[in-house]
Nanobody, 119 residues
Framework: QVQLVESGGGLVQPGGSLRLSCAAS????????MGWYRQVPGKQRESVAV???????TYAESVKGRFTISSDNEKYMVYLQMNNLEPEDTAVYYC?????????????WGQGTQVTVSS
């Protein structure tokens, strides 16, 4: 079993920055993709940023130019640098990894970390 542990959330003022980190508990299999998602109460979880094994990335339109996703595949870690944060970015942020183990892709989620943007 693989567990994902996130860190780096917290309270920040509008315009501020935070860096989220996520680490897998075991280095097993091969990474297909890693990403960050967020959810606010009463709404569906949405994709924020995804990085694929070839290094390509996708971003939600609302965070383009402000957020940057990066990864260290050898260490099974993924990061999200969030700059120029806005109150609308307030949410629980979840780390996700798709790891191929014995040719089968398996989907793993972290427990979530709260990000609050408020003055």
């Amino acid at each position: 079993q693989v567990q994902l542990v996130e860190s780096g959330g917290g309270l920040v003022q509008p315009g501020g920055s935070l860096r989220l980190s996520c680490a897998a508990s075991r280095s097993i299999g091969s990474i297909s993709a890693m990403g960050w998602y967020r959810q606010v109460p009463g709404k569906q979880r949405e994709s924020v940023a995804v990085i694929f094994s070839d290094g390509s990335t996708t971003y939600a339109e609302s965070v383009k130019g402000r957020f940057t996703i990066s990864s260290d595949n050898e260490k099974y870690m993924v990061y999200l640098q969030m700059n120029n944060l806005e109150p609308e970015d307030t949410a629980v942020y979840y780390c996700n990894m798709i790891i191929r183990i014995a040719l089968a892709p398996r989907n793993y989620w972290g427990q979530g970390t709260q990000v609050t943007v408020s003055s």
